[in-house]
């Protein structure tokens, strides 16, 4: 809004967008859409130009410039004001169904500044796979938009893990997902949830066999081993390699959407299920680990940071 007092010339010295590019972005983008004079000469607001320099800023980023526009035109938000998860949810799955890595990265480099990491994954990320998913199985959406999306998901993931780094000294997580499943995405939550509080993770990843991960486990001796499972043939696959995790003397966590659908399935398998999203999930344990009881032996002291 605003009322118009610059000329496109104006406009250029105070921006260093040319006046051609300017007019340029009008005719293909719609954007800056400034007033005219009565003699038909184009009049930019204030707020235009404060959109021309962030558009140029975007692009200058490599944002496509179609994108950029859009940006250009949202409302900024208060200095220091949290833009809510679910408008922050709303834009990754808008991000995801254009295939656009850049204007992703841009949500949650937006998401991590004004939210925990605990909250962006339980309120942001995965409820936008979810959502995906959703529109996947209706058929609203090709696989293809899916893969990219948990592909591009499971980058971020990883490379969080990368970041946490890794501990020495403190108590041993073993994490793994169910014999042929690969859904990975919570389990990798689970794996940088639990190395910021502390642990030590040795993360196994998707599709796991239950006999090498039952000798991963004793040679090892971690202070547990957590499973997780996304579908119902999971928990069936792990239920007929049921004997190799219930003879552990390490205690076996189970977690997941299969679980959380069935957390009986868990008792079947002689473990515990760990309640549903993994923020909740790691502070039980962290709970059970501190009164001694997420081990039959009795834990390593918890230490605080990297040793
Ligand atoms: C991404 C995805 C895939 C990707 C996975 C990529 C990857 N690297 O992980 C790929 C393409 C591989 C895939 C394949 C398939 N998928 Co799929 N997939 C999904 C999707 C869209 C998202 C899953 C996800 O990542 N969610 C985000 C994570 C973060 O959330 P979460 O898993 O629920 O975990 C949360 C908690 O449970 C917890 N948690 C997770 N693990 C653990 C463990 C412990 C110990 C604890 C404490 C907590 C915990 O943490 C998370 C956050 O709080 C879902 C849709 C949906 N509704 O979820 C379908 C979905 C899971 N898939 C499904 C199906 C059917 C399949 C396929 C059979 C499809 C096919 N026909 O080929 C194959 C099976 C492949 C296999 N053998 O595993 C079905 C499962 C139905 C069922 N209940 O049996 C779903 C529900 C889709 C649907 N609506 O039909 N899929």
């Known amino acids: 809004m605003g009322h118009g007092k610059f000329t496109v010339n104006e406009v250029e010295d105070r921006t260093g967008v040319p006046a051609a590019t300017l007019r340029q972005w009008e005719r293909r983008y719609g954007y800056p859409c400034p007033e005219r004079s009565s003699s038909g000469y184009r009049l930019y607001s204030e707020d235009d130009l404060r959109g021309i320099a962030v558009m140029k800023d975007h692009i200058d980023d490599g944002v496509p410039a179609s994108r950029a526009a859009e940006l250009a035109q949202r409302p900024t938000p208060a200095r220091g004001e949290a833009r809510p998860t679910d408008a922050l949810r709303n834009d990754l799955i808008h991000a995801m169904l254009d295939l656009d890595e850049v204007g992703a990265d841009q949500v949650l480099g937006e998401a ?20 995906l998913g959703r529109r996947w199985h209706d058929g609203e959406i090709p696989t293809t938009t899916e893969h990219v999306a948990s592909n591009y998901v499971h ?15 403190n108590p041993k ?6 014999p042929h499943d690969h859904h990975e995405l919570g389990a990798l939550m689970l794996a940088v949830l639990l190395r910021r509080n502390g642990y030590r993770v040795i993360y196994v990843g998707p599709d796991t ?4 991960l039952a000798t991963l486990v004793r040679e090892h001796a971690p202070t547990a081993l957590m499973v997780s ?50 923020v909740d999930a790691v502070a039980r344990f962290d709970h059970l680990v501190a009164a001694g009881t997420a081990s039959v032996d009795a834990p390593a002291p918890r230490q605080d940071g990297a040793s």
């Open 155 to 169: 980058g971020k993931l990883r490379g969080l893990l990368a970041l946490t780094g890794a501990h020495h000294a």
């Open 209 to 212: 066999p239950t006999d090498d």
């Open 229 to 278: 499972a996304s579908t119902g043939d999971s928990i069936r696959a792990l239920e007929a390699g049921r004997d190799a995790l219930a003879s552990l003397a390490t205690p076996v966590y189970y977690g997941g959407a299969a679980f959380d659908a069935d957390p009986a399935a868990a008792d079947r398998l002689g473990g515990t299920y760990l309640s549903g999203n993994v």
């Open 112 to 131: 991590y500044a004004l939210h925990p990491i605990e909250t962006v994954l339980v309120d942001v990320i995965a409820p936008t796979m979810t959502d």
């Open 173 to 178: 997580v073993v994490i793994a997902c169910a």
